[in-house]
């Protein structure tokens, strides 16, 4: 069965930092994305990764503040976020595809998490 469990999440002030881990399960080759969705908006990419971590992909919002990274021995996918501000506040949530091609696009996935709560407030 396939399961996507977040963690990580939590209360942050402003140019914090967080690491936000995606632990799967029943899940052989398939990349990795994150997403957010904060309240009142729609949900957007945020990063994704490749099945065996040799690529990675990020929006334009996350690009040199975010990382993402996965250890497959471990079923683990990460998102480290540095420098958040208030407009980081979302709830974030993992996903599987089976092609990493347009990999924040939340259209190509077909398992989703259900999401971990990250609030930037001082």
């Known amino acids: 069965q396939q399961q996507l469990v977040e963690s990580g999440g939590g209360l942050v002030q402003p140019g914090g930092s967080l690491r936000l881990s995606c632990t799967y399960s029943g899940f052989t080759d398939y990349a990795i994305g994150w997403f957010r969705q904060a309240p009142g908006k729609e949900r957007e990419g945020v990063s994704c990764i490749s099945r065996n971590g040799g690529h990675t992909n990020y929006a334009e919002a996350a690009k040199g503040r975010f990382t993402i990274s996965r250890d497959n021995a471990k079923n683990t996918v990460y998102l480290q976020m540095s420098s958040l501000t208030p407009e980081d506040t979302a709830v974030y949530y993992c996903?599987?595809?089976?092609?990493?091609?347009?990999?924040?696009?939340?259209?190509?996935?077909?398992?989703w998490g259900q999401g971990t709560q990250v609030t930037v407030s001082s």
């Open positions: 996903a599987a595809t089976i092609s990493y091609i347009g990999c924040l696009d939340q259209r190509r996935y077909d398992y």
